[in-house]
């Protein structure tokens, strides 16, 4: 075949490739995008819906079940518990919410122990405002402690209360101790206490048994302050066990609070006097030092005579001298 005919050939043949091959894709793409609604919609399967941006995000506890614990709810005939609690929290507003407190802890037949409330300041800054004034910010931070003691029985439904006054719990400790041997120990010592006694004042009526009555006394006091000892730690006990000792720290976020005040500086510049003024002071107290270093050298007179008799005495040796050499 010629040459001349080959070419033409050969261009309408690439043109046809080139052609097949950029429409291939389109068809091969509409497919893929075709094919899974197809697909769903013969097997009825449902696309699932978008996940939610929020569904991450994990909801709040509740503080009531936070402040929950059986610590401080067990309850057992056979043994004996001294509750305590510690709980540190963020509040809106440390002073009312301690006057909430207070008043939940009166209502549940509790009574506070101390109530300590300080704020901290953190950082001040001062800015001129003119006519002699500054602009006082001044950032704060208010933080609050509280010591209660509440009934045992009822110290589970005073932290489901205070649950309510918080906005964060920062953390909590629940401790319930079993103190029925501490008991025991101390009544066997009030038992104890009471047999010495016992036989002490025996030992007194009898008078055969001591040979010195001051001795007996002395032993008898000793037996009575052990006594009584006794028998306050086991009061003191008895007092832990009935009402539960809770501490609590409250604190709030940091607050600015803004203020005038006077500038020190710009009220001194303003009654300052003016320049003639202090000109004139300047002079008159120039004038002043002059005289006063007059008086000086008046009062060290004595020192100037023995200068001049001294000067003098040199000044004729001199003579002196001059008139042997000459």
Not at 271 to 292: K, S
Request: hydrophobic letters at 45%; proline letters at 5%; glycine letters at 4%.
């Amino acid at each position: 075949m010629p040459a001349r005919r080959i070419r033409p050939l050969s261009t309408v043949l690439l043109c046809v490739v080139l052609a097949a091959c950029a429409r291939q894709p389109n068809e091969t793409a509409e497919f893929a995008a075709d094919a899974p609604a197809a697909e769903s919609l013969e097997v009825g399967v449902v696309s699932p819906p978008a996940a939610d941006a929020d569904a991450d995000i994990e909801a709040p506890i509740d503080p009531a079940v936070q402040m929950a614990s059986g610590a401080l709810a067990q309850a057992d005939p056979a043994r004996r518990f001294v509750r305590t609690a510690q709980a540190r929290f963020s509040v809106d507003d440390v002073y009312r919410s301690a006057l909430a407190i207070e008043d939940l802890v009166a209502a549940q037949g509790g009574f506070v122990v101390a109530n300590r409330i300080r704020s901290e300041i953190r950082g001040v800054q001062r800015h001129r405002i003119g006519d002699g004034k500054l602009l006082e910010l001044t950032e704060y931070a208010t933080a609050g402690e509280l010591t209660l003691r509440v009934p045992s029985d009822r110290a589970q439904a005073f932290l489901r209360e205070l649950a309510a006054q918080m906005t964060f719990l920062d953390s909590r400790d629940f401790d319930a101790r079993d103190v029925q041997f501490d008991l025991l120990r101390q009544q066997l010592a009030f038992a104890r206490s009471q047999e010495l006694q016992q036989s002490l004042a025996q030992a007194v009526q009898a008078g055969d048994r001591l040979d010195r009555k001051s001795e007996a006394f002395a032993a008898r006091e000793r037996a009575l302050e052990a006594r009584d000892e006794a028998r306050v730690t086991q009061r003191e006990v008895e007092d832990r066990i009935a009402f539960a000792t809770i501490d609590l720290s409250l604190h709030q976020p940091p607050q600015v609070r803004r203020s005038e005040r006077v500038d020190p500086d710009a009220v001194f510049a303003q009654h300052r006097p003016g320049f003639f003024v202090r000109i004139g002071q300047a002079l008159r107290g120039g004038w002043d030092g002059l005289l006063d270093a007059a008086v000086v050298v008046a009062m060290l007179w004595p020192l100037w005579l023995v200068v001049a008799v001294a000067a003098i005495g040199w000044r004729a040796w001199r003579r002196r001298r001059g008139a042997a050499r000459s």
